[in-house]
């Protein structure tokens, strides 16, 4: 019966056990089984984790969100094709036009089968396929979609904005004042990562991860580490884990206070960037003195760590968090209680619950609006399930909204850190470097390529990475799909409706990663 | 509210030139910088940013400037939106091809005398991406470069030096 199939009932019936995928299953499906599940997605709500591709095969991962259960399903290509996703589950159409663009593979009866990341600039067509075309002879400019009424104009932004941020493109129409639609152009970053990651080894694959989005360094070094420990299989010291998480939690403090200021600044509020830029810098000195670079960039290596904090860095870090408590809890007050801000921040960019759940949107966007998913939680992993610690959940969904659940977060990490540095097991590495390193080698496994899965919660929200390690110890295929495909397409509708003054807000209330999406 | 003004305005700056004793080389620095500034340009120096494919860590480093520690524009430095009004880009990145057009289109925007800054290794040599199809690699190979700032990313110590170093080798040609 539609909507009552549990995830694994039915995979078992349509689908094909892959041997060597953990820590989730991996289901092979015939075309018909493929339709099936598209079928079943129409009348269920199971959430469309990632959606990639390779030479001749594209895989999708769900998980059905209240029992917890993951899985990936994959279907073979060998006409070039698969039926889209994009009809039952909108947040699979730019992932989908992603895939057109490097492995040439179509999805039929997609929602919107324009290119995406491919600006016709590279000088190749799929350039990840086993047989790259040529470039298009004379690439027409791209076609945004027709917008028809009376009195509508258009203002095309970027992709260089003013500011130091990344570069997109936002093709704004208006009446007047109010924004009736905005659509975003992105791709300008792409980097061809995932080409990149093709055949390094395990090692170099981990910087190129490590810098799918520098502000989330860490959370992606993890993800990938997972996903590779998964494969193979890799026990990672006790100590390795609990430091992890301590740069996690760190990451994620100082990214809200960035984001908590930049948003207050965009208010015409200035007072809050220039004291929560100060609390960031506080955080990135801290993460200098005990891991040696400021956003912790290589600190987190598949089998471990690559460093350990130094003797005095528990004082530090318990001192640190002591005089962030301090210093924010007045910040709050006043952000509280300034109405000239509220003003702006409420009732500002609503996002629906209902649209969190259809685009399966995790971090602040989604908790903003209801969606109380955090992967720390759900599936959940080492040590959080030792830890203490909440996940603020508001229901409206608006600017105000996202920038309190930043407030409740920044508040629980400050928690956690303590909590770890208080109970990490282990002792930190001597002067002498008498203590060993906690990190374990990590190898191929001979003959067999292994596949790992890793759902990791950055600050921006869940990260899946998913890896197919060879048998010689390099990377065959790894996916990383960063937090913001999924929160992207919302800012296209929090913005409806507000005037063109408040897309800044909007947008950094967001702030969405160009360079994680882009990759 | 106001207490907290108030207490920012008595507490005394927080900002590092005044010195922080755990960083003597920035106040040097911060000093020197201003007055080669002046030396140079007798007014302030624009700078605009550009990101030309970067992983977004250069720019975290780069707004740190901004914050009232490093406070880039107690210097006369500041950040402008409009490569019309600016004296030097700020690259950062491995110059995606996506975004090498709009590179040069910003380069060519910005009013002469100029410099451009390579900030990061990957601006300096594409750093890990430079094999890609995606990537054209250094800033250089689409504008001139006059000064690089290893780092990945440099810390905003290393971007004040860079700055300063530039301001010098500039005003000695
Ligand atoms: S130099 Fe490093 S931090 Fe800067 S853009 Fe490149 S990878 Fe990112």
């Known amino acids: ?519 | 509210m106001f207490r907290h003004i108030l207490r920012s305005l008595t507490g005394g700056p927080v900002t590092e030139a005044a010195p922080a004793p755990s960083d003597p080389a920035l106040a040097e620095l911060a000093d020197k910088l201003q007055k080669a500034a002046k030396a140079r340009l007798g007014r302030s120096l624009s700078i605009r940013e550009v990101d030309a494919g970067s992983c977004n860590g250069c720019e975290l480093e780069i707004h740190a400037l901004n914050n009232p520690i490093y406070d880039l524009e107690r210097f006369g430095i500041r950040f402008v939106a409009s490569p019309r009004h600016a004296d030097v880009l700020l690259v950062t990145g491995p110059v995606t091809k996506n975004m090498r057009e709009a590179l040069y289109r910003t380069w060519d925007a910005t009013p002469d005398p100029k410099w451009v800054i390579a900030c990061g290794d990957c601006a300096i040599g594409g750093g890990v991406f430079k094999d890609s199809y995606a990537c054209v690699g250094p800033v250089e190979e689409v504008v001139p470069v006059d000064l690089r700032i290893p780092g990945c990313p440099p810390r905003p110590a290393e971007l004040l030096a860079g700055l300063l170093a530039l301001l010098e080798t500039s005003a000695a040609t």
């Not at chain 1, 990672?236 to 908590?260: K, S, Y």
């Not at chain 1, 955090?374 to 229901?395: C, M, N, Q």
């Not at chain 1, 920044?410 to 930190?428: A, D, H, N, T």
């Open chain 1, 1 to 519: 019966m539609y909507g009552e199939q549990p995830l694994f009932g039915l995979l078992n019936r349509i689908g094909t056990p892959v041997e060597g995928h953990r820590p989730w299953p991996r289901y092979r499906l015939t075309r018909e089984g493929w339709l099936a599940m598209i079928e079943e997605l129409a009348g269920n709500a199971w959430t469309l984790l990632g959606l990639w591709g390779e030479q001749h095969a594209v895989h999708a991962a769900f998980r059905e969100d209240l029992a917890g259960d993951i899985a990936v399903v994959s279907l073979d290509c060998p006409q070039g094709r698969f039926p889209s996703l994009s009809p039952v589950r909108p947040s699979a159409n730019r992932l989908e036009r992603a895939i057109h663009d490097l492995f040439g593979l179509t999805a039929e009866r997609t929602t919107d089968p324009r290119s995406w990341l491919d600006h016709d600039a590279w000088g190749v067509r799929r350039p990840l396929s086993d047989h790259p075309a040529a470039p298009a002879p004379n690439p027409g400019p791209y076609t945004f979609l027709p917008v028809e009424g009376e009195g509508l104009h258009q203002i095309p932004v970027g992709p260089v904005h003013a500011g130091i941020i990344e570069p997109g493109h936002f093709r704004f129409t208006a009446n007047g004042e109010t924004v009736v639609r905005l659509e975003e152009r992105l791709g300008y970053v792409h980097k061809g990562i995932e080409g990149l990651m093709r055949g390094k080894s395990i090692g170099d694959a981990a910087r190129l991860a490590a810098r799918v989005s520098g502000d989330s360094t860490v959370a992606h070094s993890l993800a990938f580490a997972r996903a590779v420990e998964a494969a193979l299989g890799v026990e990672v010291p006790p100590r390795a884990v609990w430091l992890r998480a301590l740069m996690a939690e760190l990451e994620r403090i100082a990214n809200h206070f960035g984001d908590i200021g930049a948003v207050c600044n965009d208010a015409a509020f200035a007072f809050m960037l220039a004291e929560m830029s100060q609390l960031r810098e506080r955080v990135l000195r801290v993460a200098d003195t005990c891991f040696g670079h400021r956003l912790m960039m290589d600190r987190v290596v598949p089998g471990g760590v690559s460093v350990d904090i130094p003797e005095r860095g528990p004082a530090l870090l318990l001192d640190l968090v002591a005089d962030l408590r301090k210093r924010f809890a007045p910040l709050v007050t006043i952000y509280d209680g300034k109405a000239s801000l509220q003003d702006r921040t409420v009732s500002t960019g609503i996002v629906s619950t209902g649209l969190v759940n259809r685009f399966g949107t995790g971090g602040y966007v989604g908790r903003a609006s209801g969606r109380g998913l955090d992967a720390r939680r759900s599936p959940g992993y080492a040590p959080y399930d030792d830890l203490e610690f909440e996940v603020p959940v508001l229901t409206e969904g608006d600017v105000n909204a996202r920038v309190w659940i930043r407030i409740r977060e920044v508040e629980q990490s400050l928690s956690l850190i303590e909590q770890i540095v208080k109970r990490i097991p282990g002792v930190p590495r001597g002067l002498d470097g008498t203590t060993p390193l906690p990190c374990v080698p990590v190898e191929g496994q001979g003959e067999t390529a292994r596949e790992g899965m890793a759902l990791v919660e950055a600050f921006r929200g869940e990260i899946l990475t998913w890896v197919r390690v060879n048998g010689d110890g390099t990377i065959d295929r790894c996916h990383p799909r960063d937090a913001s495909w999924f929160q992207w397409p919302l800012l296209e509708a929090a913005i409806e409706g507000n005037i063109v003054a408040d897309f800044p807000l909007c947008n950094k209330s967001f702030n969405c990663s160009y360079s994680g999406h882009d990759l």
